[in-house]
């Protein structure tokens, strides 16, 4: 009874480490079909015959990205929409460029870690921990330097310098995902009830209002 329990401890161990692991590639690569009819959790994939080197290739991150906007920041993402050949590897990455005073608003990725190399300049950043201890880790990035943000974590970043900043950013994930927080609690479509926002950050209507106006 003992050799029969212990043997399905051992399974059971054994079955719940594969669980826990993503599940790797079945095949050498599966490169999106964009214009597939299936719905699945990423993309389908183009038959293999079809498959060409441009493929697996996308150019254009040596050209730094439109920082004329309110925040100052510029992004070039190179994610499967971009490089079909990322379906199902689990990875991409972008470039970020920030003008002087840039800031990329506190915001999250649900899909991914992010792990940030800085080229050029210099680039204040950090992440929150959940709840309860929600701390601030914060440092100032120079080039060269590295910083990783946990997957789901909310982070920011801000060029703290006078000159702009370059940045590659690199996600285990072939759709990251973006969710500004901002954007998501005064900006959403429709517009969340002014009273539920006001009560969470302890202010009025009108003020709630105002900002929902901006966004």
């Known amino acids: 009874m003992a050799h029969v329990f212990g ?30 009819q ?32 309110a925040f100052g920041v510029g992004r070039t993402p190179v994610f499967v929409t971009q490089l079909p050949g990322l379906n199902t590897l689990g990875i991409s990455m972008a470039r970020v460029d920030f003008a002087p005073s840039g800031s990329f608003s506190p915001h ?16 204040e950043v950090g992440f929150v921990t959940s709840n309860p201890e929600n701390r ?5 990035l120079y080039k060269g330097d590295v910083f990783v943000f946990p997957v789901g974590l909310v982070h920011y970043q801000r060029n703290i310098g006078n000159t702009n900043v370059i940045g590659i950013a690199a996600f285990s994930s072939q759709n990251p ?26 202010t009025s209507e009108n003020i709630i209002n105002s900002i929902q106006l901006k966004l």
Do not use: W
């Open 7 to 36: 043997s399905f401890a051992v399974l059971a161990i054994i079955f719940s480490t594969a669980m826990a692991a993503d599940r790797s590639p079945l095949q050498d690569f599966c490169v999106a079909d964009m214009n597939g």
């Open 38 to 69: 299936v719905l699945v959790n990423g993309y389908t994939c183009k038959t293999g015959s079809l498959v060409q080197a441009n493929d697996f290739y996308f150019g254009g991150l040596h050209i730094m990205g439109n920082t004329s906007n």
């Open 108 to 123: 999250t990725h649900p899909r991914a870690t992010e792990i940030l190399t800085i080229l050029e300049g210099s680039l």
């Open 136 to 140: 601030l880790i914060s440092k100032v």
């Open 177 to 202: 995902g973006l969710i500004s927080i901002p954007n998501v609690v005064f900006g959403s479509k429709p517009d969340m009830s002014t009273d539920i926002i006001a009560k969470a950050f302890q």
